[in-house]
């Protein structure tokens, strides 16, 4: 099982700022099968990149994705107060699919 | 969208089937998947199904819960017996494989005497 760990666990930021969240495998994800999700208090989890770099669809351009192998990264270029939330990342490069234990945004 | 139902507070030992209805989509021309999210923690992928009804299960419920579909009613279930405590959390019905794009609004389990 690949064991994925996000960091860092909390991130304070203002509105306009950049956001830099990372997540590193315990082995190298296959096809970069690499996924992020945002989720609000109440709310299902959304998709927001997938293969690592993929925006879903509806995603706005400031959400950006990058990496390979065991380090990704998620990039949120200018935070809109909307984008304050709990992100997520996700690897199906193994049999078995495993979320990492999020990263929460929050505001300064 | 996918709707959840069929959740609720049952005793530890017991047994509840859950629902999840496919509407603008085939359920079963898609991967179709259960996420849970115990209260305050993170999310855990439970069960796929796809295809004839090919089914994986993570080590944590295998032999527990048993994923199924019914394609005239366009519903996918999650059968679980022999529920735990540590069972207790939001289950989400999830479409796909690699990701998932499209989630259901989720239905609470809570596994409690």
């Known amino acids: 099982e690949i064991v994925l760990t996000q960091s860092p666990g909390t991130l304070s930021l203002s509105p306009g700022e950049r956001a830099t969240l990372s997540c590193r495998a315990s082995?190298?994800?296959?096809?970069?099968?690499l996924a992020w999700y945002q989720q609000k208090p109440g709310q299902a989890p959304r998709l927001l990149i997938y293969?690592?770099?993929s925006r879903a669809t509806g995603i706005p351009d400031r959400f950006s994705g990058s990496g390979s192998g065991t380090d990704f990264t998620l990039t949120i270029s200018r935070l809109e107060p909307e984008d304050f939330a709990v992100y997520y990342c996700?690897?199906?490069?193994?049999?078995?699919?495993?979320f990492g234990p999020g990263t929460k945004v929050d505001i300064k | 969208q996918l709707v959840e139902t069929g959740g609720g507070l049952i005793q530890p030992g017991g047994s509840l089937r859950l629902s999840c209805a496919g509407s603008?989509?085939?359920?079963?021309?898609?991967?179709m998947d259960w996420v849970r999210q115990a209260p305050g923690k993170g999310l855990e992928w439970v069960s796929l199904?796809?295809?004839?009804?090919?089914?994986y299960y993570a080590d944590s419920v295998k032999g527990r819960f048993t994923i199924s579909r019914d394609n005239s009613k366009n519903t996918v279930y999650l059968q679980m017996n022999i529920l735990r405590d540590e069972d207790t959390a939001i289950y989400y019905c999830?479409?796909?494989?690699?990701?998932?794009?499209?989630w259901g609004q989720g239905t609470l389990v809570t596994v409690s005497s």
């Open positions: 199904i796809y295809g004839g009804g090919t089914a």
């Open positions: 603008g989509l085939t359920v079963s021309g898609n991967y």
């Open positions: 999830a479409r796909g494989r690699t990701h998932f794009d499209l």
């Open positions: 996700q690897q199906s490069g193994s049999s078995f699919v495993t």
């Open positions: 293969d690592a770099s």
């Open positions: 082995q190298s994800i296959s096809n970069s099968q």
